[in-house]
């Protein structure tokens, strides 16, 4: 199997840019030829979840720095990067992207997205097709939930309601090392909290305002990605987490090979590779198979 180079204690730089309307954190994880002689495709911008921030590729990012410049922004609401109370729909977050790409000075780049990154990653692609030279929906941005059998607003409020973010600090990072038992670290620990706020009273809760996840919400069902797959005009990777070992819905993993298939078909130049038996979070779980299959396909 080949191997990753990867950069033992490598660390980003944290920077920021302004667009027409908001302020925007990033961090800049450098890589070979960062500065003017950069080319297009040396060049990876990572788009992070819903309720996530750009730390989620911590642990993926030190695989690639090697090969390519590695740059992880932290979208409108999320983070430390500006939380208005609208622009959550798809052609104002794909104007965010954009426009931070001028402010960076980068006029093609490939781009990555996890979860609902992978739609606004999708969203790019399909609005700005001169921007994008690659794209990768990493576990996301081919979900269509619309075609779920029987498939209603309300069940899908329900189905993609905000996470269980309450209690002290250390009850919600316990709730977390259950769930992520099988990676989790002292790094992932620092990962997860950036996503999270405590309170004066000592109590978390998210960063993302729910009436924000709400607006998300409403895009991704609305605007749901089958509508935009025929826009995309580069070459694409999707990069799904397979079915656990351990079992798991057997209609839910039947459902998420339809939607990966119709977004395939779509696609104009599609393939998908599928992680074997980890979880959504696969830059968590399995960060150094998730780099094998970008590198594979950025090359």
């Known amino acids: 199997m080949e191997k990753t180079n990867l950069r033992v204690g490598v660390t980003p730089e944290e920077r920021w840019l302004k667009t027409s309307q908001i302020r925007m954190r990033y961090l800049d994880w450098g890589g070979p030829l960062a500065g003017p002689r950069q080319r297009s495709e040396t060049v990876v911008l990572a788009l992070h979840g819903l309720a996530s921030s750009c730390h989620w590729y911590d642990l993926l990012i030190p695989h690639l720095v090697d090969t390519y410049r590695c740059i992880a922004l932290e979208q409108r609401g999320h983070g430390q990067t500006d939380h208005p109370p609208t622009g959550y729909d798809w052609q104002t977050l794909a104007t965010d992207v954009v426009e931070a790409l001028d402010q960076l000075g980068l006029e093609r780049v490939a781009v990555l997205g996890h979860s609902w990154g992978g739609n606004v990653a999708l969203s790019v692609a399909a609005k700005y097709p001169e921007r994008v030279s690659k794209l990768v929906l990493i576990d996301g941005g081919f979900s269509d939930w619309t075609l779920w059998p029987g498939a209603t607003w309300e069940w899908f409020k329900n189905r993609l309601r905000p996470r269980d973010v309450s209690g002290t600090s250390e009850q ?34 998210d960063i993302l305002e729910p009436s924000n996840h709400a607006q998300v919400l409403e895009a991704m069902w609305y605007e749901p990605p089958s509508t935009i797959f025929p826009l995309v005009r580069c070459p694409t990777l999707i990069v799904a987490a397979g079915p656990r070992q351990s079992g798991g819905n057997p209609e839910f993993a039947q459902m998420r090979r339809k939607m990966a298939d119709v977004a395939q078909a779509a696609i104009r130049d599609c393939k998908v590779e599928w992680i074997p038996d980890t979880i959504h979070d696969i830059g968590y779980h399995k960060p150094r198979e998730l780099a094998l299959a970008l590198r594979t396909f950025l090359y």
């Open 172 to 205: 919600f990072l316990s709730r977390l090392r259950q769930q992520l038992s099988e990676c989790w670290s002292e790094q992932l620990e620092g990962i997860v909290m950036s996503m999270v706020h405590i309170r004066p009273d000592g109590m978390v809760e």
